[in-house]
């Protein structure tokens, strides 16, 4: 069966990957530091070496010079050489690189390899008493050729070799150290594992159980993650949409259900929103003229198609006007629109316009042909009634103040009397502004009917 792959699974592993890392990394430094510490010891012990080894090979050569017989003094002195660690492996050749003396005695009469004749023949070109060796190095050492002189004439050249620094050197002088420096590492690393899966899984997990209770139903749960991290920037976005989401579930309760918009509560809330933040608006309260005569005759279903008619073209009007402005039902045929000063003329124009060239077709051929319908009043007396209008009543702050919805609501429902009395007299919707200021009670006045849209 596959690891589940959680987040905690993921810190681990990724702290685990990170501590070998870290361990192989830290190793690696010190053994190659190491070999290069012994490289360097190994060096300067061979040229001390090669500087005994040169001294005691050439009074040798000195002395059995006059006897003949050089090689025979050399193979014996290459074992004194060895006791005296002064070599660690040791030739002597003549100058055409044929073995005189060996350490490995059965090398004797033999010649060097290409390359280390080679070398023979370059130590001995370039010898002099300034420079009298040359250093070759190979695999895991380091081979000197040193000319054996006499009288600064080279009679022999002697080839000693000494290891270099290699790795398992290192491994044996500094392995314990690196034992200990990975234990170290991990007893470091494992505290800071459980923390930072305490730091991160912790606030992870208040989120994720308060996420399936807001999903239960519980929308105005908050969280707390004390922290200024983007964990806790995290908790304070989740509380905000829990905000939101209580709000968004008042508005959707509150919302007429046929139109689905915000009820009388959320236009309540706006108005004052408004007022509180000393903001300039215009709300446009609106009413359907003889829309219970047509109810009456065409039934309630045509009546509610008015209604949504109605609906979207204020909806349009807010679109093409002022996006960021509001609009509410109360219910009915009562409509409230919010907006600012400078945009209502636009606004209402539109929705004028629009509403009496679209809402003519909701009647039938006769009805619009005749421009009425007959139907009988609320007393019951049949009569004839023009074709639905708007009447739209506006109240600002921008002549007065205003200081709570009651008071909006109230000059509206003033302002509407004149509105309704304005589309009579037209024929046709009409806005009325109420323009009136806090301290001369200055009459409305009756803003000039938008012109009829041509086509």
Same mark, same amino acid.
């Given at each position: 069966?596959?690891?589940?792959? $959680?987040?905690?699974?993921? &810190? ?9 890392? %870290? ?24 040229? #001390? ?8 090979? !050439? ?13 025979? @003094? ?12 002064? +070599?660690?492996?040791?030739? +002597?050749?003549? %100058? ?60 022999? @050249? ?19 150290? =690196? ?8 007893? &470091?690393?494992?505290?800071? =594992?459980?923390?930072? &899966?305490?730091?991160? %899984? ?20 908050? #969280? ?43 236009? *309540? ?59 509410? *039902? ?17 606004? $209402?124009?539109?929705? =004028? ?5 679209? &809402? ?5 051929? !006769?009805?619009?042909?005749?421009? *009425? ?38 000059? =509206?429902? !003033? ?24 301290? *001369?009670? @200055?009459?409305?006045?009756? !803003? ?8």
């Amino acid at each position: 069966m596959a690891l589940k792959q $959680t987040l905690k699974f993921r &810190i681990i592993e990724g702290m685990a990957f990170f501590t070998i890392l %870290l361990i192989v990394v830290f190793t690696s430094i010190i053994l190659l530091r190491e070999k290069e510490l012994i490289t360097q010891n190994n060096l300067y012990r061979a040229r #001390v070496g090669t500087f005994a080894a040169k001294e005691a090979l !050439e009074r040798s050569l000195l002395s059995s010079a006059r006897a003949g017989s050089p090689a025979k @003094v050399f193979q014996k002195l290459i074992p004194i050489l060895l006791e005296g660690q002064l +070599v660690e492996d040791a030739a +002597v050749t003549d %100058l055409k690189a044929k073995v005189a003396a060996s350490t490995d005695s059965g090398l004797i009469g033999t010649k060097l390899s290409d390359e280390e004749a080679l070398a023979v023949r370059s130590s001995v070109r370039s010898y002099s008493p300034k420079s009298w060796f040359q250093t070759r190095l190979e695999p895991g050492q380091a081979a000197f050729y040193i000319p054996l002189a006499i009288d600064d004439v080279p009679q022999y @050249v002697a080839v000693l070799r000494y290891s270099l620094g290699d790795m398992a050197q290192a491994i044996r002088r500094v392995g314990k150290l =690196c034992a200990f420096s990975a234990l170290a590492v991990i007893a &470091i690393v494992i505290p800071v =594992c459980l923390l930072l &899966i305490r730091a991160i %899984l912790g606030p992870i997990q208040i989120l994720n159980r308060a996420t399936k209770d807001v999903a239960a139903g519980n929308l105005g749960l908050k #969280v707390e993650v004390p922290t200024e991290d983007e964990l806790g920037e995290l908790a304070q976005t989740f509380n905000g949409m829990t905000a939101a989401l209580v709000k968004m579930k008042e508005r959707a309760e509150n919302a007429n259900p046929l139109t689905k918009l915000p009820g009388n509560n959320v236009i *309540h809330e706006e108005i004052e929103k408004r007022i509180r933040g000393n903001l300039k608006f215009v709300a446009i309260y609106s009413d359907l003229d003889n829309f219970k005569a047509f109810n009456d005759k065409y039934g309630i279903a045509a009546g509610d198609q008015a209604i949504k008619l109605t609906a979207q073209v204020m909806r349009e009007a807010l679109r093409q006007g002022d996006p960021n402005g509001f609009l509410g *039902h109360e219910g009915g045929d009562d409509f409230i629109l919010l907006t600012t000063p400078e945009k209502r003329e636009a606004v $209402t124009q539109y929705l =004028c316009a629009e509403f009496d060239k679209r &809402i003519k077709e909701l009647y039938s051929p !006769e009805d619009r042909a005749q421009g *009425h319908i007959v139907s009988k009043d609320r007393e019951g007396n049949v009569k004839q009634f023009p074709l639905m209008t708007f009447s739209l009543a506006g109240v600002t702050n921008a002549y007065r103040p205003l200081n709570s919805y009651a008071e909006v609501t109230n000059i =509206c429902a !003033e302002v509407k009397k004149k509105a309704k009395l304005s589309s009579k007299a037209e024929g046709k919707s009409s806005f009325v502004m109420d323009e009136r200021t806090a301290d *001369h009670g @200055v009459e409305a006045r009756k !803003e000039a009917n938008p012109p009829e849209p041509t086509g």
